[in-house]
RNA sequence: GCGGCUAUAGUUCAGUGGCAGAACGCCGCUCUGUGGCAGCGGAUGUCGUGGGUUCGAACCCCACUAGCCGCCCCA
């Protein structure tokens, strides 16, 4: 004992920041809140599409926006495929030289190693020269003419600052090690000295790019761009349908984690997507979308949501009253906060979303965005109301409802909450996007599409339960097994897993105890998981009959084994 | 990304410089074919991680990590 406390106990590996694990006590809330969504979404004609869970970081860049904080500065990125390509190098170098070379530039020439900078990746500093990565071929190296560019002392430095301090750096040290193999710069020549050596050389070095086969990918911040890139690329606009389209999967943000929000969360989202000849841009399917929302969020028993709801025009729109806002808000602005001025300048529209309370009675005297919907924009927007409301949909104008992705136009809305999200209360957004298709190089397609915030759903899901358990004093208990088999001593093991197996087959939901369990242990397991406790002891495994215990009413009968299953049913 | 609060047993938490605790839960026994109740007994642990101050740190200081709250943004 004492021993084995005297070894490092090995660094525990925790869930990422903003990742979390989901168990068995909560998937079942997860399970429910999905299969309810595609229920609904089943009755309303929409099918399920997957797409990657990385794409392209172009995607993201053009159908978000690259202004977008979501673009600027929240996605996991990564250069994928990113190679050294040596022989890219070779050539520039050779090129580079080929006059003082002469009759050498056929040959291979020595290498200078180089090594991606720690923490940037793409960058590379050369550290010594060398084909192979030996002390003595190094030493000799340097003593031939490497020291104009690093010296015998800086490599040994930075080897043995790479020494593991623990085994679980190794891989990081290996890597290194790999990277420093892998990266092989032709820069010497033998018998030519060292005038080939020269400072510039790096300089220049660097500033070429010397990679190949690279693509910047970016896991999923959100699913409509992936979604209408599918659309684009199985070309479902030459179909003629209208395209309703539902995903259920988990997104990725850099942001500071917070209760409802993390850096994997999940979305349920929903488009609906065609060529102006299906329909797509009817104001209908705005208020079928709306519709399908309420009744799904019903049917998942959210009691106090609100639809907020917007029109924020089409591009050019918003364009004419961006050009207002900013003019309205230049004589004003030096009197508001901080974060409005600068917002007066980058992005006037966010100006409407400040929760500044000082600001608030200039931002209610700025121009309306009603008032700068074309007549067609107004149009669409008042037949959507008028179909919410011949379907009974309660809905709340909100002309300061301003959506951050590009994308968006026309229709906007927010379907928020008021128990368990806190400040984070919007559990649903979504809007019209009809240039997106050919942001992304598409036919024209007009759509709409929202995402619920599945985690934020759940929370508020689990907080109404929490309030309805503490106004009526209950317990929700978590449901029971039909059966737990307690076999009572080791060796009737082997027939209890056979009573399991045939009790299962009847499709009973039974778990099988050990038999060198005490009986009361037994007892306790069986009381815990299921609702009964089946016997099985040698007067059972002789008889054929079976001691049987109900929990609820202690109640204890004995059954024929071509009796159980029917039985345990109940 | 910014500001604030927090981190101690499986869980909820107490402990503010001097032997690391309570409750619940857990384990054992009373009790080898009837558990839950009861009685008795037991173990809970790198006090988030790493440094520093100190004779002495869970406690004070610094850094880091993570969570929560607010901002920002969004789902």
């Given at each position: ?15 990422v ?8 006590d909560?998937?079942p ?18 099918g ?47 090129r ?126 959100e ?34 984690p ?7 969360f ?114 669409h927007f ?15 104008l ?24 806190g ?65 009572l ?29 005490k ?21 059972e ?30």
């Amino acid at each position: 004992m004492s021993d084995s406390k005297k070894t490092a106990p090995k660094p525990t590996i925790k869930a990422v920041r903003g990742t979390r694990d989901l168990l068995p006590d909560q998937t079942p809330l997860w399970n429910h809140v999905e299969t309810t969504a595609r229920a609904v979404f089943a009755r309303y004609g929409f099918g399920e599409i997957r797409t990657p869970i990385f794409e392209s970081t172009e995607l993201f860049a053009r159908g978000v926006g690259e202004e977008t904080d979501i673009v600027s500065k929240e996605m996991f990125t990564w250069k994928d495929g990113e190679r050294f390509d040596k022989d890219a190098l070779r050539d520039w170098w050779l090129r580079k030289h080929s006059q003082r070379l002469g009759s050498w530039s056929t040959i291979d020439a020595p290498f200078a190693l180089t090594i991606e900078v720690r923490d940037r990746p793409h960058e590379h500093e050369i550290v010594a020269f060398a084909g192979e990565i030996s002390p003595a071929l190094i030493a000799t190296l340097v003593a031939f003419g490497a020291p104009s560019y690093v010296r015998q002392k800086d490599f040994d430095e930075w080897l043995a600052q790479d020494e593991p301090r623990d085994s679980s750096q190794i891989n990081d040290q290996s890597r290194t090690i790999k990277a420093v193999k892998r990266l092989v710069v032709p820069t010497a020549v033998p018998d030519k000295g060292e005038e080939w050596l020269r400072d510039d050389l790096v300089v220049e070095f660097a500033s070429e790019n010397f990679t190949k086969s690279s693509q910047s990918l970016t896991l999923r911040p959100e699913s409509t761009a992936g979604v209408v890139r599918a659309y684009i690329e199985h070309k479902l606009g030459e179909t003629g349908n209208l395209q309703k389209l539902y995903y259920i999967g988990p997104q990725f943000r850099r942001e500071r984690p917070q209760r409802g929000r993390y850096r994997q969360f999940w979305q349920i989202g929903a488009e609906v997507i065609g060529p102006q000849s299906s329909g797509a841009e009817s104001p209908l399917r705005d208020a079928e979308v709306l519709e399908m929302l309420a009744t799904l969020l019903d049917e998942l028993g959210i009691r106090d949501w609100k639809l907020e709801l917007n029109s924020v025009g089409s591009s050019e729109d918003r364009v004419r009253y961006n050009a207002a806002l900013r003019d309205a808000l230049q004589p004003v602005k030096h009197l508001m906060c901080e974060d409005n001025q600068r917002r007066a300048d980058t992005n006037p529209l966010r100006v409407l979303d400040s929760k500044d309370e000082a600001d608030q009675e200039i931002i209610n005297n700025l121009p309306k965005i009603a008032d700068y919907l074309s007549e067609d924009s107004a149009a669409h927007f008042e037949q959507v109301l008028a179909a919410l409301e011949a379907c009974g949909v309660k809905y709340h104008l909100n002309p300061r409802l301003v959506r951050g992705l590009d994308y968006y136009t026309r229709t906007t809305f927010e379907f928020t909450v008021t128990t368990g999200l806190g400040t984070q209360n919007a559990m649903l957004g979504g809007g019209r996007y009809d240039g997106l298709s050919e942001m992304l190089g598409g036919p024209r397609a007009p759509g709409i599409g929202f995402a619920i915030g599945e985690d934020r759903l759940i929370l508020t899901l689990q907080a109404q339960a929490e309030a309805d358990a503490a106004a009526s004093g209950e317990t929700v208990a978590a449901p029971k097994l039909d059966a737990y088999i307690a076999p009572l001593g080791i060796t009737q093991n082997p027939a209890a897993l056979a009573l399991a197996r045939e009790l299962r087959a009847a499709g009973l939901k039974v778990e099988v105890g050990e038999g060198s369990f005490k009986i009361g242990k037994s007892f306790g397991f069986a009381d815990a998981l299921a609702r009964h406790v089946i016997l099985l002891g040698e007067d059972e495994a002789a008889t054929g009959t079976y001691t049987v215990k109900t929990f609820t009413t202690g109640e204890q009968v004995k059954i024929p084994r071509a009796e159980l299953a029917a039985k345990l049913q109940n």
